[in-house]
């Protein structure tokens, strides 16, 4: 991946950036991402040449690299090159990314080697320095110093804001976000008080914790005391993604995830637009997997244009990028504010010329641009935003939260011999192949009570996905079930078959 980023960086005449990392994955994975010069995630066009490269022989190397060379009419002469590498906490990272560093070197390459840094952070980084400076100061102070002088300018005018409303509880997945938030917080200045707990000073990387083990098993992670109505968050092990949660005065736990959060910032945003009177497009990007509460209450509550993309927040990021303000959230937490120029120039304009309530809704919005890591999801950006919007709006996590009511849900996994057999369409939310599995899934939702149901094949995984929900926890639970024999029985499954829940 170092030749490969090495090749991208002569390709696109700017820096590429490398990270070492396995998200929200167990400790013993790893993996990396490519990070193209705008801080975006590496074009899909070249993704089918780090298959070749990941995958070819060391005796076959040379002629996968020349093949991509003519492919890509790279001149090797007298190019620049230049790779930004950064790494997560994993054990294996180190040396990877050393292997990395010698890739670059062994074509000529120069290096910047960020070492422990977050996936944003280090998406951030690539961009501010391929835009000299534009996005902001390409290091891991630059980045404490944005995000956290525009958190303290969007909450400043809070009025009395306790230290009881400045507390959240934010587990840090014993991975990288952890490190990376404990030496921001000088940066804000005491306008958060942040308890950090799966700090990786006692447990293992998303073992039991991070926003996907709380995503997915829908409970707190271990170790976690919380008191009825404290504020949590969870970021997972490379800190891209974030989901909030909290107990209430029963006990119960309850999970704000992506579609909540994409929910607050547009419902955030739209308001300031309103305010400002500035007439922008704003959308929110959801997947399949958004739960049928979010996308009602945004399409017939909030009147919000919501478009539905394909999972990955590639395909979000892109869908995105069609309108003024584009908020696209994974309902796993992974995402962020897409703002287009127009909309910048508009804000800046807005915040010069004008005064008032309009200048303090610019003003407003304005920080939030800065506040917003545009380049990915990022745990920490989103979650200073979500803090400083929670703050203006004088809200609970509990009335957050009742902005409206999740259907019950399950996300279930199953193996089959070979998980390309399913072929999806619609965004994923219907399958054509293979022949009748759609049909026996329809019939199945039919049985439910509000139930919707959808699978599809994993990109990250060798296994099926399988989603449902519907008005009870048990009618999801039991169409999970049922979905998950239908795709075993006409998908090839292998192993034993699907267990009810
Ligand atoms: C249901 C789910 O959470 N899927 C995740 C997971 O993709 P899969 O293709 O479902 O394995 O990993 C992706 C990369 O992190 C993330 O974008 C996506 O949301
Ligand atoms: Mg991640």
Known sequence: MGLLATLRSINTKAIIGVMVTASHNPEEDNGVKLIDPMGEMLTPAWEVYATQLANAEQDHLITVL?????????????????????????????????AVLDGVTALDGRSKDYGLVTTPQLHYMVCCCNTRGGYGKA????????????????????????????????????????????????????ALKVSLFCDGTGGKLNHQCGADFVKVQ???????????????CSFDGDADRIVYYYSDDHGRFHLLDGDKIATLISTFL????????????IAVVQT???????????????KVIVRCAKTGVKHLHHV??????????????????????????????????????????????KNSVDLINQTVGDAISDMLLIEAILAIKGM?????????????????????????????????????????????????????????SFVRPSGTEDVVRV???????????????????????????????????
């Not at 950064?86 to 050393?98: H, I, K, V």
């Not at 739209?270 to 497009?281: F, I, P, R």
């Not at 399913?422 to 009570?449: F, M, N, W, Y």
């Open 396 to 452: 609970t996590v509990q009335q957050w939260d009742a902005i409206y009511t999740d259907l019950p849900n399950r996300q279930l996994k199953v193996k089959v011999s070979d998980r390309r057999v399913i072929d999806t369409k619609d965004a994923e939310r219907k399958t054509v192949s293979p022949a009748g599995l759609q049909e026996a899934i329809d019939r199945l939702v039919e049985r439910h009570q509000d139930g919707r």
């Open 270 to 281: 739209k308001e300031l637009l309103t305010k400002a009177g500035l007439d922008l497009k």
């Open 139 to 190: 290091s891991v102070e630059g980045y404490y110093s944005k995000l956290s002088q525009a958190f303290i300018q969007l909450t400043k005018s809070v009025p009395n804001r306790t230290d009881d409303q400045k507390c959240l509880l934010v587990d840090g997945a014993n991975g990288i976000g952890a490190l990376k938030l404990r030496e921001m917080e000088p940066y804000l200045q005491g």
């Open 218 to 232: 829908q409970n707190s992670p271990k170790g976690i005391v919380m008191k009825a109505g404290e504020r949590c």
């Open 467 to 501: 989603y449902s929900e519907a008005a009870t926890q048990e009618g999801a639970d039991a169409l999970g079930h049922e979905v998950s024999l239908a795709v075993y029985r006409l998908a090839g499954g292998v192993g034993g078959e699907p267990k009810p829940l």
């Open 320 to 365: 995105a990028q069609e309108f003024d303000i584009g908020v696209y959230f994974e309902a796993n937490g992974h995402g962020t504010v897409l703002f287009s120029k127009a909309a910048e120039e508009k804000i800046q304009q807005l915040c010069d010329d004008s005064e008032g309530e309009r200048q303090g809704a610019a003003t407003l919005l």
């Open 66 to 98: 020349k093949d991509l060379v003519q492919k890509e009419s790279i001149d090797l002469t007298n190019q620049e090159a230049e790779v930004f590498v950064g790494r997560d906490t994993r054990s294996s990272s180190a040396r990877l990314s050393d």
């Open 288 to 302: 399949a997997y958004a739960n049928g509460s979010s996308t009602r209450y945004l399409e017939d509550t909030m």
